[in-house]
C-alpha cells in the first residue's frame, strides 16, 4: 500500500518562502513519474511541478523559476521549495505518485490528475499580501 503523507504548509505573508515535504512509503520516490499539484477553492487541481525518476525536472510556466521541485533517496521523501511567494499561490498542495510505473517521462511533463493513482491528503498554503 502507497502513503504519501505532505507536510509544510502554513500561512505566510507575499515575497516569503516555504518547503513542502511529502514523505512516502510503500513507494520509491525515485522511481517514475511524481509530481506537486496544487487547488484554490473553486478551482481546478493544477500541475506545479513534476520529477521523472529522480533526475528530470519540469515546472508550470506560471512559477517563472520560484519554486524546485527535489527529491531525498535516503529519506525517501520528495520536496518543493517555495520562494516569492505571492497571494495567488494560495491553495491545498498534493503531491503525487505513479505508483504503477505506468507513466513515461513524456506522459509525466504533460501529466494530469487523472494519471496518477496514489495521492497525499494536502498542506495548505496561505499567502497573504
Known amino acids: 500500500q502507497v502513503l504519501l503523507v505532505e507536510s509544510g504548509g502554513a500561512s505566510v505573508q507575499a515575497g516569503g518562502s516555504l518547503r513542502l515535504s511529502c514523505v512516502a512509503s510503500g513507494y520509491t520516490v525515485r522511481s517514475g513519474c511524481m509530481a506537486w499539484f496544487r487547488q484554490a477553492p473553486g478551482k481546478e487541481r493544477e500541475r506545479v511541478a513534476i520529477?521523472?525518476?529522480?533526475?528530470?525536472?519540469a515546472y508550470a510556466d506560471f512559477l517563472k523559476g520560484r519554486f524546485t521541485i527535489s527529491q531525498d533517496n535516503a529519506n525517501n521523501t520528495a520536496y518543493l521549495q517555495m520562494n516569492s511567494l505571492k497571494p495567488e499561490d494560495t491553495a491545498m498542495y498534493y503531491c503525487a505518485a505513479d505508483k504503477k510505473g505506468d507513466i513515461s517521462i513524456g506522459g509525466c511533463i504533460s501529466t494530469k490528475p487523472s494519471d496518477f493513482n496514489a495521492w497525499g491528503r494536502g498542506t495548505q498554503v496561505t499567502v497573504s499580501s
Open positions: 520529477i521523472y525518476n529522480g533526475a528530470y525536472r
